[in-house]
């Protein structure tokens, strides 16, 4: 049982451009998120998904894109990177997506991978 | 719009030694109130949760309390050992968009 896999671990790229951080989890989870993390900050969410087909923009969407064409996978994409974008990204799965309302949603613990470094320049 | 504050940022103890950690948020109609620990440069890891309707919760040398009126909530740890160093991070879900909230952390250092 691997847990949730982000890949790659670090990366390097230039302005202007592309990238895709892929996210993988092996626990059947129907939420999937992912977050950023900037020192002073805190974790801030950048977008979600409650299932497969079905995403939704979080706190600080702009400059990314996801999809969900599976329940195993979650891939952020960069559509031009900025200096901005400079950070650590994370990428987080739970049983329950907390949108549900239902009772069991709100005892499901969010499970992160270990991180996908990026450094813009 | 919630916030979490921890304090403090950083905290250093002789092993052995009981502890606690602090957690405070805005708003008190939260769904739910997760701790985790965060390792140099991985991941976080759920320790705790606690739900609105509960009072705390227990995990080894581990012990969450939740006073929702107050907006608070403690991380207990009882004898620190040097392996208990990392950053803790408390989050809070909340908000009609049911989000989590995070606090920035405090990092602890157990020293032998």
């Known amino acids: 049982n691997a847990g949730v896999t982000q890949t790659p671990k670090f990366q390097v790229l230039k302005t202007g451009q592309s990238m895709t951080l892929q996210c993988a989890q092996d626990?059947?989870?129907?939420?999937m998120s992912w977050y950023r993390q900037d020192p002073g900050m805190g974790l801030r969410l950048i977008h979600y998904s409650v299932g497969a087909g079905i995403t939704d923009q979080g706190e600080v969407p702009n400059g990314y894109n996801v999809s969900r064409s599976t329940t195993e996978d979650f891939p952020l994409r960069l559509l031009s990177a900025a200096p901005s974008q400079t950070s650590v990204y994370f990428c987080?799965?739970?049983?329950?997506?907390?949108?549900?309302?239902?009772?069991?949603?709100?005892?499901?613990?969010?499970?992160f991978g270990n991180g996908t470094r990026l450094t813009v320049t | 719009k919630q916030e979490v504050t921890q304090i403090p940022a950083a905290l250093s103890v002789p092993e052995g030694e009981n502890l606690v950690l602090n957690c405070s948020f805005t708003d008190s109609a939260i769904y739910n109130l997760q701790w985790f620990r965060q390792d140099p440069g991985k991941g976080l890891t759920s320790l705790l949760l606690?739900?609105?309707?509960?009072r705390e919760q227990t995990s080894g040398r581990l012990n969450a309390s939740l006073d929702k009126s107050s907006g608070r909530s403690t991380l207990y740890i009882a004898a620190s050992q040097p392996g208990d160093s990392a950053t803790y991070l408390c989050?809070?879900?909340?908000?009609?968009?049911?989000?989590?909230?995070f606090g920035s952390g405090t990092q602890l250092t157990v020293l032998p």
């Open positions: 626990m059947n989870h129907e939420y």
């Open positions: 987080a799965s739970s049983y329950f997506p907390p949108s549900t309302g239902r009772s069991s949603s709100y005892n499901s613990p969010l499970h």
């Open positions: 989050a809070v879900l909340s908000g009609s968009a049911r989000q989590l909230t």
């Open positions: 606690i739900q609105s309707s509960q």
